[in-house]
């Protein structure tokens, strides 16, 4: 049997590539975008994933308009933060891995050296911030059991550039 994945954001430049890549590995894969769940509703999303049954959820959904979002923080929040709330929640009553693309610019740019997972973060700006609270989302709602799984329940990735076929630029 194959392994399911569900991908949110699938219509994106990100989203389109992960569906594509997962297919090629013979995952059965469901992939949705805005209009077909709105994941910055909670019951949509509960909804979405105990129809699929998937082991691992990819979060590629993102409010990704980072000048736009120091005006509209309260939208870069609810799509960046909430929605990964509701997506983590959904993913631990379903027992399902999450995978969420995040943004470098969670780090200030401001360190001398490549930046690794465990570095401080110091988001500068709404997009920056709203990125950062689905991190601690995700964290704090799928934090491993480590006595009884070592399996990690929440991964997230933080590119800085995405190629696509169409198009390339800021990953997010």
Not at 4 to 10: I, L, N, T, Y
Not at 30 to 49: C, F, M, Y
Request: hydrophobic share 40%; with cysteine.
């Amino acid at each position: 049997m194959s392994q399911r994945a569900v991908v949110f954001g699938a219509s994106g430049q990100l989203g389109v590539e992960l569906v594509r890549e997962l297919r090629a590995r013979r995952y059965d894969v469901k992939g949705w975008d805005r209009t077909q769940v709105d994941i910055t509703d909670p019951a949509a999303v509960e909804n979405a994933l105990a129809q699929f049954d998937a082991q691992v959820v990819f979060n590629s959904a993102a409010y990704n308009q980072v000048d736009v979002a120091e005006k509209e923080p309260q939208a870069a929040f609810l799509v960046n933060g909430l929605a990964v709330r509701n997506l983590a929640l959904a993913c631990r009553q379903v027992d399902a891995r999450l995978v969420h693309f995040s943004t470098d610019y969670v780090f200030d740019g401001a360190a001398r050296h490549p930046y690794v997972e465990d570095d401080p973060t110091h988001p500068l700006g709404a997009y920056a911030v709203s990125k950062l609270a689905g991190e601690l989302y995700a964290q704090a709602y799928l934090e491993p059991n480590w006595r009884a799984n070592c399996t990690p329940r929440r991964i997230w990735i933080r590119p800085w550039w995405c190629e696509h076929r169409e198009c390339s630029g800021p990953a997010d």
